[in-house]
């Protein structure tokens, strides 16, 4: 037997159990004598030092703005349609689109007479997709062509006037509803028109930048009219598709028919544009006005919502704030109509000093990277009716501007501009809208609200 290992292990177990012992109870002596046994409190080298964890709710304010325009074209599906909402008004979202030749080489009678023609339309099936309101409501689009060609080496935007309608010439109306199954519309186009096209000359009809000259596409303009109050749709198109097309039956004088075929084939010769028309009395007496009854967001170029923080320069009196986590929620204000959903996800942006969106880390924004990331939130909550982003290191970053930036938020000095809020148009477009709750100071969290949860370090 070896003596000395078999004393040395002996010896150091009746330490070591001695050592735990007296470790649990001097454990159990302070936590006996703790006055606020609740409190977490880290004790430093100096006696009057100490780390304090509080959690505090504060209330956001908001404020409903026009949405900044959107880019509408070079995108894979386009809007059309009239949308009533009761709550906020009209939608009216536009479409422009040119016609191409689907053959460069055509046999086109040497005096065409032209027998029928048709515009047909191809659509989303409303049963697999994400339309937005009633899609069994009749309404009445108008097309007109259009008096400008479109250039796919710009942009266009929602708000765009660099192309018009030439509203004096009715090519083609369609009145009617949507119906589950369907996807492409058979609508009479104007005989005239067609005739036009067809006794444009061989030339033109060989090449289509030169037939784009002549005839540089169609407007789709829905007529909102129409809806009678009643709440319509908005339907997303598929122009791209070689089933959209402008087909012309024609007779040489013999008897015999033809087709001629015009297509979209480039998905990127389109654009939209919307038109919103406010409600008078919810929508227009709360813009740019700051703690309304209620807060509006719509896509399509529609609102927005800029986020005001509470007054943070409290949290830097007697020392600094470390912040451990900083949640924004936003919850919903009920809505009875089930025609419109909530959106899936919104987005939130640092603000510039002319309200559009800031770069992101741009200056005084730097931490605003939370929102790019799934994991930080903006999604729908249905069990909590809301949206909440964690915007940690955002929170951090004001506060620290306010400790290093003189006079930072006060007059004369740099500005925090807040924060906005809106409904992401994703691809294809969402016409989708949401009304916020308002601020409530006296119950914060039943409103708008920010929870901090962050850790007190006082100055010595």
């Given at each position: 037997?070896?003596?000395?290992?078999?004393?040395?292990k002996t010896t150091f177990w009746r330490i070591a159990d001695n050592i735990i012992k007296g470790a649990a109870l001097a454990a159990l002596i302070f936590l006996t004598a703790c006055d606020k046994p609740?409190?977490?409190?880290?004790?430093?080298?100096?006696?009057?030092?100490?780390?304090?964890?509080?959690?505090?709710?504060?209330?956001?304010?908001?404020?409903?703005?026009?949405?900044?325009?959107?880019?509408?074209?070079?995108?894979?599906?386009?809007?059309?349609?009239?949308?009533?909402?009761?709550?906020?008004?009209?939608?009216?979202?536009?479409?422009?689109?040119?016609?191409?030749l689907q053959n460069l080489v055509l046999n086109v009678p040497v005096t065409p007479r032209v027998d029928s023609a048709f515009l047909y339309l191809t659509y989303a099936d409303p049963a697999n997709t994400?339309?937005?309101?009633?899609?069994?409501?009749?309404?009445?689009?108008?097309?007109?062509?259009?008096?400008?060609?479109?250039?796919?080496?710009?942009?266009?935007?929602?708000?765009?006037?660099?192309?018009?309608?030439?509203?004096?010439?009715?090519?083609?109306?369609?009145?009617?509803?949507?119906?589950?199954?369907?996807?492409?519309?058979?609508?009479?186009?104007?005989?005239?028109?067609?005739?036009?096209?067809?006794?444009?000359?061989?030339?033109?009809?060989?090449?289509?930048?030169?037939?784009?000259?002549?005839?540089?596409?169609?407007?789709?303009?829905?007529?909102?009219?129409?809806?009678?109050?009643?709440?319509?749709?908005?339907?997303?198109?598929?122009?791209?598709?070689?089933?959209?097309?402008?087909?012309?039956?024609?007779?040489?004088?013999?008897?015999?028919?033809?087709?001629?075929?015009?297509?979209?084939?480039?998905?990127?010769?389109?654009?939209?544009?919307?038109?919103?028309?406010?409600?008078?009395?919810?929508?227009?007496?709360?813009?740019?006005?700051?703690?309304?009854?209620?807060?509006?967001?719509?896509?399509?170029?529609?609102?927005?919502?800029?986020?005001?923080?509470?007054?943070?320069?409290?949290?830097?009196?007697?020392?600094?704030?470390?912040?451990?986590?900083?949640?924004?929620?936003?919850?919903?204000?009920?809505?009875?109509?089930?025609?419109?959903?909530?959106?899936?996800?919104?987005?939130?942006?640092?603000?510039?000093?002319?309200?559009?969106?800031?770069?992101?880390?741009a200056n005084y924004n730097q931490g605003f990277i939370d929102q790019t990331f799934p994991e930080y939130g903006g999604l729908w909550r249905p069990t909590e009716k809301s949206y909440a982003f964690v915007?940690?290191?955002?929170?951090?970053?004001?506060?620290?501007?306010?400790?290093?930036?003189?006079?930072?938020?006060?007059?004369?000095?740099?500005?925090?501009?807040?924060?906005?809020?809106?409904?992401?148009?994703?691809?294809?477009?969402?016409?989708?809208?949401?009304?916020?709750?308002?601020?409530?100071?006296?119950?914060?969290?039943?409103?708008?609200?920010?929870?901090?949860?962050?850790?007190?370090?006082?100055?010595?």
């Open positions: 037997m070896n003596f000395t290992k078999a004393c040395w609740k409190d977490f409190t880290l004790k430093t080298t100096s006696p009057a030092g100490h780390f304090n964890v509080k959690d505090t709710i504060l209330p956001v304010f908001l404020e409903t703005e026009i949405l900044d325009s959107l880019r509408t074209n070079n995108l894979s599906a386009d809007i059309a349609g009239s949308l009533y909402d009761p709550e906020l008004g009209i939608t009216d979202a536009q479409v422009f689109f040119n016609i191409q994400t339309q937005v309101g009633d899609l069994s409501v009749k309404q009445s689009w108008n097309f007109y062509p259009l008096q400008g060609v479109i250039d796919n080496s710009i942009p266009y935007y929602s708000n765009t006037t660099q192309i018009q309608p030439n509203k004096n010439i009715l090519l083609a109306n369609y009145t009617g509803s949507f119906r589950v199954g369907d996807s492409t519309l058979k609508i009479p186009f104007s005989k005239s028109y067609a005739a036009r096209m067809l006794n444009s000359g061989q030339t033109a009809l060989s090449d289509n930048i030169t037939f784009q000259d002549s005839f540089p596409g169609i407007a789709l303009i829905p007529d909102h009219t129409a809806l009678n109050g009643n709440i319509g749709a908005l339907i997303n198109l598929n122009l791209s598709d070689l089933r959209t097309r402008v087909v012309v039956f024609y007779t040489d004088g013999s008897g015999a028919k033809d087709t001629f075929t015009c297509n979209v084939s480039d998905a990127a010769m389109r654009i939209g544009a919307y038109k919103h028309i406010y409600d008078t009395k919810n929508v227009i007496p709360i813009l740019n006005k700051i703690n309304q009854s209620k807060a509006y967001l719509q896509a399509l170029a529609g609102l927005k919502v800029k986020v005001t923080l509470p007054n943070l320069d409290s949290f830097m009196v007697n020392g600094t704030t470390s912040i451990n986590q900083a949640e924004l929620v936003f919850p919903e204000y009920a809505t009875p109509i089930s025609f419109f959903p909530e959106p899936t996800q919104l987005l939130l942006y640092p603000r510039s000093i002319d309200g559009t969106n800031e770069t992101l880390n915007m940690t290191r955002h929170i951090q970053n004001v506060l620290d501007r306010y400790r290093i930036t003189p006079n930072y938020n006060q007059p004369g000095g740099l500005r925090y501009e807040g924060m906005n809020l809106y409904i992401p148009s994703d691809n294809p477009l969402s016409g989708r809208r949401l009304i916020l709750k308002p601020t409530n100071l006296k119950d914060p969290k039943s409103g708008p609200y920010m929870h901090l949860i962050y850790t007190k370090i006082p100055q010595h």
